[in-house]
């Protein structure tokens, strides 16, 4: 119950300025539309760049308003020259399932606004969440997302990101998937495919207790733009 509740992420230098994610760990994740009634529990997640060596880490709290209505609030710190704990944004979401619980196709939406540290531009977001399930052991996951900056010298339109994953669970209530993530520029600058940024990887879900889960992964760049190796790790406690 606890699993299922609580797991639903020159030229380049110009790219990294127009978009901020760009060259970051990826700490995200591709969630699901479904809400719990009465669920609630925090999360601890680390990236871990090979090649930058550079560790980014953020924490989050959420709950359950109602069975269609869920929010959170979270913070991240990275390491940068000056620290290893440099404040990197703070963030509140809210997650709208508007499908009912019972039908195998499940879709929602995810609004978001973050304030990010240091004169960079903030932004909202809104993701269009879908989920399948076209055999019993088997979910498919697909999010379109597009954000606008606003704040301290922001891109201009918006900025449109994907994200897609696939899972199945074992009798022993491991959970075995691959996940992917793009970022492809703005609609008002759309990237070239070599300066986009496209991550690839398997994770699993180790339940620890009823209460406790631990996720395992990896992501790899596929192209330029893209960091190389990426390790993940999370730690939830949902009650």
């Known amino acids: 119950m606890a699993l299922k509740a609580g797991f639903y992420l020159?030229?380049?230098?110009?790219?990294a300025t127009l978009y901020p994610n760009a060259q970051a760990q990826n700490t995200s994740g591709v969630f699901g539309p479904m809400v719990n009634e009465g669920e609630r529990g925090w999360e601890y997640r680390a990236t871990y760049d090979a090649d930058s060596e550079e560790l980014?880490?953020?924490i989050h709290y959420q709950q359950a308003i109602n069975g269609d209505l869920r929010w959170r609030v979270l913070a991240q710190v990275r390491e940068t020259a000056d620290s290893d704990y440099d404040?990197?944004?703070?963030?509140?979401?809210?997650?709208?399932?508007?499908?009912?619980?019972?039908?195998?196709?499940?879709?929602?939406?995810?609004?978001e606004a973050r304030y990010r540290f240091e004169d960079r531009p903030g932004d909202v977001t809104v993701h269009w969440i879908n989920q399948w399930k076209p055999v019993d052991d088997w979910t498919l996951r697909f999010i379109l997302g597009a954000t606008q900056q606003i704040g301290n010298d922001p891109a201009d339109g918006l900025l449109i990101q994907t994200r897609t994953g696939a899972y199945t669970s074992l009798d022993s209530g491991l959970r075995l998937g691959l996940e992917a993530y793009s970022q492809y520029g703005s609609t008002s600058d759309w990237l070239s495919?070599?300066?986009?940024?496209?991550?690839?990887?398997?994770?699993?879900?180790?339940p620890l207790t009823d209460e406790w889960s631990l996720f395992t992964g990896a992501l790899f760049g596929a192209t330029e733009a893209t960091p190389d190796n990426e390790l993940r790790l999370r730690l939830t406690r949902y009650f």
């Open 10 to 15: 020159g030229g380049l230098a110009l790219t």
């Open 56 to 58: 980014n880490q953020r």
């Open 87 to 111: 404040p990197d944004y703070i963030r509140g979401e809210l997650v709208w399932q508007i499908t009912p619980d019972k039908q195998t196709y499940q879709s929602g939406f995810r609004f």
């Open 193 to 206: 495919t070599d300066e986009q940024e496209h991550q690839i990887g398997p994770y699993a879900i180790w």
